[in-house]
């Protein structure tokens, strides 16, 4: 998954203008203020504790993870299910009031994070810069994003798209006024600064440690690994390894000791009528391969070995009768 932008702008009008925003790293606008952001998770030392609050911050951050995981990854980037132009809408606005970019910029930089998925070219692979870099260090990199042409052409044809993805902010500060209506000052506090700051986190652990610690059940060309404390924190992104493998799915987490939260109210938002076509692997592509891959990997290993064996025997005893 993949978070927040602010390229310089481009001249007004130009048909895929967006497109551009997939080669920016931070603006310093962003830049500080996502350190900014930071800072201010600090006022809960000097805001009024209530647990209503801590109610708040978890409520902004658990229904926000769900907008990112299902709307900006599952629907926008994937098209794991399809939708109606106005809740296609819906999706893109609340993915933006995640402070990880735009629609088009997030679709087009997560694509092409499967592209070339630790692979030169991803743009943060933990695999090829290491671990803070994937994190959160190639926000800040105005070198990461060389490869301009990931298309989005599917989403930029809405100009509703790119309007929210030119205003990317207009949402994230509509969240920010939101949280101040229900609580005031501290609502911001909680419900704004430490919820988004734990949201960010959480996105960018799975660009980060879901590429390095967990298990592997696919054997794909990348490291993604399947994490279940992950799957938690972020509504069933944990199941990454899976993700990879299948990536066109609504459903991240295969089987049903696997959680996957987002899958779920997708499921609910199907029986809804809102969102139909929903995307699963099949029997066969459930099938583990990781196995059968090392396996594959090691029978040369195996018949070279036999032949040493067979060549010391020969050496030694003498050919066979
Ligand atoms: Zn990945
Ligand atoms: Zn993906």
Not at 46 to 69: E, H, I
Not at 132 to 139: D, E, K, V
Not at 213 to 225: L, M, N, V
Not at 246 to 275: H, N
């Amino acid at each position: 998954m993949s978070p927040i932008p602010l390229s310089p702008r481009r001249p007004a009008g130009a048909a895929l203008e967006t497109l551009d925003r997939a080669s920016g790293s931070l603006g310093r606008l962003a830049g500080t203020l996502l350190i900014a952001m930071h800072l201010s998770v600090l006022l809960v030392f000097v805001t009024p504790f209530s647990w209503s609050l801590v109610a708040l911050a978890v409520g902004s951050y658990v229904f926000r993870m769900w907008a990112v995981t299902t709307g900006y990854h599952r629907y926008l980037a994937h098209r794991a299910f399809k939708t109606s132009r106005a809740f296609q809408l819906v999706l893109a606005v609340l993915g933006a009031t995640t402070m990880q970019g735009g629609p088009l910029w997030w679709a087009a930089t997560h694509r092409r994070h499967h592209k070339f998925s630790d692979q030169p070219g991803d743009v943060h692979s933990p695999v090829q810069r290491g671990f803070f870099y994937a994190h959160i260090g190639w926000l800040y990199d105005r070198g990461a994003n060389g490869d301009r042409t990931d298309p989005v052409k599917d989403l930029a044809r809405f100009p509703e798209l790119r309007f929210v993805d030119r205003h990317e902010w207009l949402p994230l500060f509509g969240w920010a006024g939101l949280c101040y209506a229900i609580a005031g000052w501290p609502g911001i506090v909680w419900g704004f600064f430490v919820s988004t700051i734990a949201l960010l986190h959480a996105t960018f652990l799975i660009n980060s440690l879901a590429h390095v610690w967990g298990s592997r059940r696919y054997e794909t060309r990348d490291q993604s690994r399947n994490n279940a404390l992950l799957a938690v924190l972020t509504l069933g992104e944990g199941w990454h390894n899976n993700h990879h493998h299948f990536m066109s799915s609504a459903r991240q987490g295969f089987f049903w000791w696997e959680i996957d939260v987002s899958f779920y109210v997708i499921k609910l938002l199907e029986r809804l009528g809102l969102v139909w076509d929903v995307r699963e692997p099949s029997a066969a592509a459930l099938v583990p391969t990781v196995h059968a891959a090392e396996a594959k990997a090691a029978r040369p290993r195996d018949s070279r070995a036999r032949g040493h064996v067979a060549a010391a025997l020969t050496t030694t005893l003498g050919p066979g009768p």
